[in-house]
């Protein structure tokens, strides 16, 4: 197998006392791009007014190039943003519902984004429906199935996630895709988890509209990601902030971008660090870093469902897990056992809820190794045994 290496570990600001299993949350930004994100800080700060209103244009533009040349897509199709829940708000809040009309997701969504659903739907007398996927997963063709069960006549887009957050499966996206389209219907992706995790191809994958974080997989500083809409449906989507770019004085080649990229002082350093994200990723192969991490959360995966007395949610395997996984727990109080893991032993580990489900989900990078995981299993032998925090039946 491959392991890790000292020196790329080296490369991360993370707190070496914490084992850190849960760089699927928020990610973790390595030391050079971090250096690179504080070079463009300090510009800022040199010259405020020639890098927002003069240098800025054009410092956004090659960082969009560089983004979409990572995710096969024209640079002008992408716009950056904070997080993809604000991008998902940008385009629930000017969807065109209509009364009755159908926003069709899963039942595995990110919270936040099933909040922003039920919020604008609910506004426009329209319902966003939760369509129940069967777990465990047996295969592609079954999840297919299980979603468009949920379609019907009323049905305008479907909401889908790329890899998802509480249960982080992979979904057969590009095949979801493909249907909705023939269909008739609007595509929406959430791929939050996507960039920098498995490979994201927008020229292939028929997504109207693609949301994904670079500040995850790809390890840029926290609040850049991006919100890609096919061109033919950009003018649909306004902004969450009407500012400068709106009836702009200067104008540029594309509404789309005056729209969502001039909004007045903001600092946008964060989104520049993209090239040196895929440059830093490609002088270190990073195809087979995020290779052995699959590796390690695969086939560490049973002895986890062994000791917690349950079964898996998805095949183990590359079609559905990727560098994280998650392991049904049976805990009274999930919040006391993430707390106790980290308190107790530095471990960083989410334990998450989806609707009445309980999941501990560990998720692996460049600085994680075996031992990292034999951490968390003993610790988890401790809490069996010397705690009621994880009742074994």
Known sequence: MIMQSTSLKSQFLLNPAITYLNFGSFGACSKPLFEDYQKWQLELEYEPVQYITVNGPKYLQQSREALGGYIHCHADDIVFVTNPSYAVNIIAKSFPLQEGDEILGTNIEYGACDRIWNYYCKKAGAKYIRQPISLPIVSKEKLIEDFFKGLTSKTKAIFISHITSATALILPVEEICEIAKQKGLLTIVDGAHAPGHVPVDLSK??????????????????????LYIKKEFQDVFDP???????????????????????????????????????????????????????VLVQKNAERFYTLLHSNPISPINDAFIGQMISIPVNTPNPVALQKYLFEHYQIEVPVMKQD????????????????????????LEEIIAKTDLLPIK
């Open 205 to 226: 994958l028929r997504a109207d509209m693609y949301t994904g974080a670079c500040h995850k997989w790809m390890m840029t500083p926290k609040g850049c990601s991006f």
């Open 240 to 294: 969450l902030l009407i500012s400068w770019g709106y009836e702009s004085a200067t104008p540029s080649h594309s509404r789309f971008l005056d729209y969502h990229q001039m909004q007045g002082t903001r600092d946008f350093s964060a989104f520049l660090t993209v090239p040196k994200a895929v440059a830093f990723m490609k002088e270190n192969n990073w195809p087979d870093i995020a290779a052995a991490c699959r």
């Open 356 to 379: 009445t489900d309980i999941y501990l989900r560990y998720s692996l990078n460049a600085f994680n190794s075996q031992e990292d995981l034999d951490k968390l299993y003993m610790a």
